[in-house]
């Protein structure tokens, strides 16, 4: 069993009357791909909010890396190795390509302010260390001839990996991500599948899909908890996943019999 | 050119301004006056820049920031000069305690601004402005009460302390500081906190934090900017720093483009030659003379239509996603 990174214990939040998680139990090891999923309203992005600090738990624990972590702020979080990206891409757009990288990689920078003024070699080397790092990213991801380019001006399916590799810049541990497969045409998702994949094993990180297209999460995680009206109604491989009646009758269930 | 070798803008820009101070008397006073005028704004538009522009906080009391400094500098050349200096102090002793005095109101403002910006970091846009523009109300009514300040009268015979040297070495500067910093990894996080604040804290960036140095950083060099307006007009009263000075600043930073500091520098000129350049035109002849009158109207017309046909600033040429916003 690898170590464990994140872990929901007993977690639920209420909003007013309406109790939008439930005694929630969740854990991720390091290097595991897990998705999340379930159907509209059934609390996925709230969970996502809870673990990423937005919103505070009404009652139970999440830790990360074996540290409480709810009363972190979302940038305390990130500073642990939480990174994620979001469902309506939000990129910085008055930088370009890689300044929004670069800015992403703030946390891991010895140069500060005085740094900055002095210019000396050290502000030097490491300005010119951090630019190689941003670089070889970029690179990875073949977007480095975008160098210069506004964030904004790139095509879709750029933008939504130019947000990834901006969240590995923080060297996460874990990274979230949120819908990546939104708006994306089958080829798109063909080749989200494989980088995310590829992710993993490059980076040696822990990934949390959060996702609503089917095929997708099924073809690539190794784990999958299911969510319906704030409970988990499922936890497995998507094997069993498929075959559990309970998902099939809150989710799956045309999906499968017309399959 | 300036981001290739900037310590050596910064040394250039120094050099001159000691040459300007020491040939300031050959010239003549009115050109002094502009220019010395121009100098001081540029501080104060290029340090806003950095609240407004950068990081995208909407301030309006760069006026109240540079009354305190203002205030301070001219209580300690008045009140405490006397005592630190001897009577018969050397060219160089007198310029030390002016820049202490510059140096103590800048802080006294740095202050201030953190003061100013740890409530309102958790307001926005329209609110966030609000608060600044009551504390320059607020400043206003304080040093308007505070007797030993002279009150609504102001302080008067302020020591002529304020030379070019000063005004454009304190300007190079504050271009420098502002810029350096924009300039660097760690800067890139006042723009991140500008263009996406959800987005900057899930990369980890403290956007609190940006936004309190640029306060606190803003307001020093305006309340430098103010020691120094003091010490060249001689006399200051709460009036001078009100809402149309605030004003005054944030349409230099609007003009020449928001976070475009050389754009802010062209902008702080212009604006300070207009209104002379309008005033000169109206006294060429006699059927110019209502160019003289109707200057206010003219200025808010300039700017309507600068906001109607370049909202990004008259001085940005970059082809920069930030302009389409």
């Known amino acids: ?254 999906e499968l019999t017309d399959a | 050119m300036f981001f290739a070798r900037p310590r050596t803008f910064l040394l250039l820009a120094l050099v001159a301004s000691g040459v300007l101070g020491f040939f300031q008397n050959q010239l003549d006073p009115y050109y002094v006056d502009v220019m010395t005028r121009i100098g001081i704004n540029i501080i104060l538009a290029v340090s806003l820049n950095l609240i407004n522009g950068h990081t995208g906080q909407f301030s309006l009391g760069h006026a109240g920031f540079m009354s305190v400094g203002a205030y301070t500098a001219a209580a300690m050349t008045m009140f405490a000069g006397p005592h630190v200096l001897p009577a018969n102090a050397s060219v160089l002793l007198t310029g030390l305690w002016f820049l202490v005095a510059l140096m103590v109101g800048g802080l006294t403002a740095a202050a201030a601004g953190f003061l100013v910006g740890l409530p309102s970091l958790r307001l926005k846009g329209d609110y966030l402005a609000i608060v600044t523009l009551g504390f320059g109300q607020i400043i206003a009514v304080i040093f308007r009460n505070v007797e030993p300040l002279g009150g609504a009268l102001g302080l008067n015979g302020i020591a002529a302390y304020t030379n070019l040297f000063w005004v454009f070495a304190i300007a190079a500067i504050t271009v420098y500081v502002v810029t350096a910093m924009v300039n660097s990894t760690y800067g890139r996080g006042f723009i991140a906190t500008h263009d996406d604040e959800v987005a900057a804290e899930a990369m980890g960036i403290s956007t609190t934090r940006f936004k309190t140095v640029a306060f606190v950083i803003g307001a020093f060099f305006a309340g430098i900017a103010g020691g120094l307006y003091g010490h060249f007009t001689l006399t200051i009263s709460p009036r001078g720093f009100d809402f149309n000075r605030s004003i005054e600043i944030v349409v230099m930073v609007i003009v020449g483009g928001m976070g475009n500091t050389m754009g802010v520098i062209f902008a702080a000129v212009l604006l300070t030659l207009l209104p002379e350049g309008l005033r000169t035109l109206a006294g060429v002849s006699p059927s110019l003379q209502w160019i003289g009158e109707s200057r206010p109207l003219l200025y808010s017309i300039l700017l309507i239509s600068l906001m109607l046909l370049r909202p990004q600033g008259l001085f940005n040429f970059r082809r920069s996603a930030r302009a389409k916003i």
């Open chain 1, 1 to 254: 069993m690898s170590e464990r990174l994140l872990h929901l214990e007993n977690v639920s939040i209420r909003f007013g009357g309406l109790t939008a998680v439930s005694e929630l139990n969740l854990q991720i090891g390091a290097h595991e791909l897990v998705g999340l999923i379930g159907p509209n309203g059934a609390g996925k992005t709230t969970v996502f909010n809870l673990i990423t600090g937005v919103y505070q738990p009404t009652s139970g624990q999440i830790s990360f890396d074996e540290k409480p972590s709810a009363r972190l702020k979302p940038f305390q979080l990130t500073k642990h190795g939480l990174a994620r990206t979001f469902q309506n891409i939000r990129l910085f757009a008055s930088m370009n390509v890689f300044d929004n990288v670069r800015a992403a990689t703030q946390l891991h920078r010895a140069r500060g302010i005085r740094e900055a003024l002095w210019r000396g070699r050290s502000f030097r080397k490491g300005e010119a260390a951090t630019e190689a790092h941003v670089m070889e990213l970029l690179a990875i991801f073949h977007l480095e001839k975008f160098r210069d380019e506004p964030a904004k001006s790139l095509p879709y399916g750029d933008q939504r990996r130019l947000e990834i590799v901006r969240a590995l810049a923080t060297r996460p541990k874990l990274l979230l991500l949120d819908e990546p497969a939104a708006g994306m045409n089958p080829t798109e998702k063909a080749e989200l599948a494989k980088l995310i994949r590829f992710l993993r094993d490059k980076f040696q990180i822990a990934i949390l899909l959060v996702e609503h297209d089917m095929p997708l999460v099924m073809q690539i995680c190794e784990r999958i908890a299911v969510l319906d009206y704030g409970v988990k109604i499922a936890e497995g491989t998507p094997t069993e996943i498929r075959a559990n009646p309970r998902v099939i009758a809150a989710y799956l269930g045309e």
